[in-house]
């Protein structure tokens, strides 16, 4: 038994901020149907394609242990069918621009009309306001959030980040609003609108920068630093590779970054392992000098003390300076590609890192269920074909006979 067996959620996803949240609830045993125009399916079947007419690595990757059925929502016997399927699941979800939905003629009053028990969880680029109609991606919501505003170096650009804040960010706070309202409709009997903007959930993950703004208004750059260059306008600069924490912190290099871009480490200044950190890198002259030996005197000197730290560190490969350094309680972490990711056995272990098996494509890697829950183990099954389920669905699930799926068929409603 898995923690949401029991649940249906029809899946009227798409792209990566949708198909991130509906795959996390396939995981924990949802059975999640995903609804797809016929003949095209989720676009990004067919985008970034590494293998001719296979599903791509953005599809395969995003909607493990889903079942597909293909529908056309705007056909007679589409909505007909598409009636029946809210009727019959928990949750619906979507992510379709702004008012799609209404005009397929399922607006929130009309769902709640065929089943006040559903729960319609919605993801958009901006919340109600100037922006509201925008189809938003990935970048913009980052830059709309306010990730990209404090992200790069002080004299560069705003710069994105690799990670998928504003799509896989988004679709995991929507996963938590979803099961948030399933277990609030356990004692109301009612179901409820969930709805998040990807701007408010990048805007959520630079929480930090918020902090920053306003008690960096208070009181000199200089003394904060995680802040390199010292100075503050009127906003949260960017702060480069800095903590962005009470503790300093910085990449260094280490043995062979000319030739490999990841050769780098993480390390943090931490005050109650300066002394582990000093002796480590065999700077024991700092834990003589009043210039170096406390905290307050190290901020006005943090370029010169991780200066310090990558003249020992670009001695040793990262592996070997981590095992120094971690010996020594000093916080740290290597840089690590996303080869060395894939190759990772650990990850391999816990089913973090997943090989899986797909008829046309063969085996493939992909990340598997990072939330792990000793109850409800996760096992990632490959995604479905286009339609693959289509005939099994409108058959177990909502009872139609060989006419009826026959029909559906002629019409181009499946
Ligand atoms: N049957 C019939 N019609 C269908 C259908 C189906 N099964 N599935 C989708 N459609 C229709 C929609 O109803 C819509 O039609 P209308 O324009 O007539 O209302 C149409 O297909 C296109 O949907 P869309 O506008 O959502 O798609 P798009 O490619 O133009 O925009 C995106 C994509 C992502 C920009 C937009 O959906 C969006 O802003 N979504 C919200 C924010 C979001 O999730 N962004 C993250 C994307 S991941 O980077």
Not at 205 to 214: G, I
Request: proline share 6%; with cysteine; net charge negative.
């Amino acid at each position: 038994m898995r923690a949401l067996e029991g649940v249906r959620i029809l899946d009227m996803t798409h792209v990566q901020s949708g198909p991130t949240c509906t795959q996390l609830l396939a995981w924990f045993g949802a059975d999640v149907i995903k609804v797809e125009r016929p003949g095209t399916g989720d676009p990004t079947r067919g985008q970034l394609r590494d293998l001719p007419d296979v599903d791509s690595l953005y599809f395969t990757m995003l909607n493990h242990n889903k079942r597909s059925i293909t529908l056309n929502t705007k056909r007679d016997k589409g909505k007909d069918i598409f009636t029946k399927l809210v009727q019959c699941c928990d949750v619906i979800v979507e992510n379709f621009a702004p008012g799609a939905l209404d005009r397929m003629g399922f607006s929130w009053e009309r769902m709640q009309q065929i089943n006040p028990k559903i729960i319609s969880a919605s993801i958009k680029g901006f919340g109600p306001g100037p922006y509201e109609d925008f189809k938003v991606y990935e970048n913009v919501a980052q830059c709309a959030g306010g990730a990209a505003s404090t992200t790069g170096f002080d004299d560069g650009p705003p710069t994105v980040t690799g990670a998928q804040i504003g799509d896989s960010g988004t679709g995991l706070h929507l996963a938590l609003g979803i099961v948030t309202a399933l277990f609030q409709r356990e004692k109301t009997g009612r179901g409820q609108r969930v709805e998040c903007a990807m701007q408010d959930g990048v805007l959520n993950l630079s929480r930090v920068k918020l902090r920053d703004q306003q008690r960096l208004a208070h009181g000199p750059l200089k003394e904060y630093p995680q802040y390199p260059n010292g100075t503050f306008h009127d906003a949260t600069p960017r702060s480069g590779n800095a903590s962005g924490g009470g503790q300093p912190g910085w990449i260094v290099k280490c043995k062979g970054w000319e030739e490999d871009p990841n050769a780098y480490l993480y390390v943090i200044v931490q005050e109650a392992a300066f002394k582990g950190l000093a002796r480590s890198i065999q700077r024991e002259d700092w834990l003589e000098d009043p210039e170096w030996n406390t905290a307050t005197a190290r901020i006005q000197r943090l370029e010169q003390v991780f200066d310090g730290i990558e003249q020992w560190t670009s001695t040793k490969t990262k592996a070997e300076a981590m095992k120094v350094l971690s010996a020594a309680n000093v916080p740290c972490g290597p840089v690590l590609s996303m080869k060395e990711l894939a190759e990772d056995q650990a990850l391999r272990a816990t089913g973090t890192v997943v090989e899986v098996d797909h008829p046309t494509r063969g085996r493939y890697l992909s990340v598997g269920n990072p939330i792990k829950l000793s109850d409800s183990p996760s096992e990632v099954k490959r995604s479905p074909l286009l339609g693959e389920h289509t005939e099994e669905i409108l058959r177990d699930v909502l009872g139609m006979d060989a006419g009826a799926v026959a029909a559906a068929k002629s019409e181009g409603a499946v």
